[in-house]
């Protein structure tokens, strides 16, 4: 398993992360973008494709690929490597992805549709709605809000997280995942005053969601989301369901013995769930986010809150300058060329992918088909590939 990395310090300070490569399994990279030149500007096309290239060439992944949304809509896509290391197949044009983590934004964005619609308060306990679920051990839901939960300030411990080889093919309940969290202490006595970032608040959230409607998480989110902005390649995982529709690229992983890329594309994703569980293509990712910023999935007022963020620092105190903004399951990221970018990022073994949009419209989701890589800075060089993307062309 890869290590979640943890990141604090609205008022209470920073831990260093475990390692800066290392990331989430269904979580967010814990490391920063190191800036781009944004001197050194080359036309959009050749700067994304040239990005992807060097991911693959610098050994990053097996493959990788990109969706480009500009102001105008006008979308273009990017493939470099391959999506089979046995067959070298090409990586296939908008291919079908595990997005992880990016899962999280739907999820936040079903509660605060719920809050449109005066069903939740952002500043209800959850106790409230969840009677009786946060209790014990330190955890006490009475003081736990909505949004603490959805801005990572509850001081909910991230559940256990062992090797994809562990448990792959195992099914997990949300109650699995939360009695594992629950047997730990709270990151924080007090909640809503320290940042950590952690897969067990989307899990309650994801119960909040189905409490308060009736409905799984899973049916809410296609019908109030997926269906209302016709994102007709992202879906919810079906029970038991550990494959991904085709067309895909394989997603990889080093073997942790011999370090050689192992393919890992089937796996049951039931151990993200509402914080990682879904599936989707890059174009799909960046159409959800021009839904959002457009006003169609929930009131500007409500996109005002969810990107009222808290400073998150990834790199801990390897990189005390490093501050990205952590909202209500949303990250904006300060890009190197000037302005904020808002979106999200996941990782789960096999796929590592980054999305955002600008505040002019423009949308760029970058994905490789590894979420680990023998090479050192690997993530670094993706999230700069990221940030020259989403530079390019402005």
């Given at each position: 398993m890869h290590t979640i990395g943890k990141s604090t310090g609205i008022r209470t300070g920073r831990r260093v992360t475990a390692a800066l490569t290392a990331v989430a399994i269904v979580g967010f990279a814990a490391v920063g973008v190191r800036l781009a030149d944004p001197a050194a500007a080359k036309p959009a096309t050749d700067t994304v494709q040239a990005g992807l290239n060097e991911l693959v060439r610098a050994g990053v992944?097996?493959?990788?690929?990109?969706?480009?949304?500009?102001?105008?809509?006008?979308?273009?896509?990017?493939?470099?490597?391959?999506?089979?290391?046995?067959?070298?197949?090409?990586?296939?044009t908008d291919g079908y992805i595990r997005m992880a983590s990016n899962t999280k934004m739907f999820t936040a964005v079903a509660v605060l549709q719920l809050v449109d619609d005066g069903v939740i308060s952002l500043d209800e306990p959850v106790e409230t709605y969840l009677p009786g679920l946060v209790r014990g051990n330190g955890f006490d839901g009475r003081t736990i809000t909505v949004r603490h939960v959805l801005e990572q300030t509850s001081g909910l411990p991230d559940y256990d997280l062992p090797h994809v080889f562990e448990w792959r093919d195992r099914y997990f309940e949300a109650r699995d995942l939360l009695d594992s969290a629950f047997a730990k202490e709270p990151t924080s006595p007090v909640p809503g005053t320290t940042m950590d970032y952690s897969n067990t608040n989307f899990i309650l959230a994801g119960l909040l969601v189905q409490k308060v409607t009736g409905r799984p998480i899973s049916e809410v989110i296609t019908n109030r989301i997926i269906d209302r902005v016709g994102l007709r390649k992202t879906y919810w995982p079906g029970v038991g369901d550990q494959g991904i529709r085709k067309p895909h690229a394989n997603g990889y992983l080093p073997h942790p013995e011999t370090g050689k890329w192992t393919e890992i594309t089937r796996l049951d994703p039931s151990i993200g769930g509402a914080a990682g569980q879904m599936i989707s293509t890059p174009s799909d990712l960046n159409r959800f986010l021009v839904a959002l910023q457009d006003g169609k999935l929930i009131k500007p007022a409500t996109l005002a809150q969810m990107q009222t963020s808290n400073p998150f620092y990834p790199g801990g105190e390897a990189l005390p300058d490093l501050v990205w903004h952590y909202g209500l399951g949303t990250v904006g990221f300060d890009l190197s060329c000037g302005g904020r970018a808002w979106g999200h990022g996941g990782d789960i073994d096999g796929y590592s992918s980054r999305t955002a949009i600008t505040a002019d419209g423009r949308a760029v989701t970058l994905v490789v088909t590894a979420d680990s890589s023998p090479v050192p800075d690997g993530v670094f060089r993706v999230l700069d590939a990221f940030d020259a993307a989403l530079c390019a062309g402005r």
């Open positions: 992944a097996p493959g990788a690929l990109a969706s480009v949304r500009d102001r105008n809509g006008r979308v273009t896509h990017y493939t470099a490597g391959v999506a089979d290391l046995r067959t070298r197949a090409k990586v296939p």
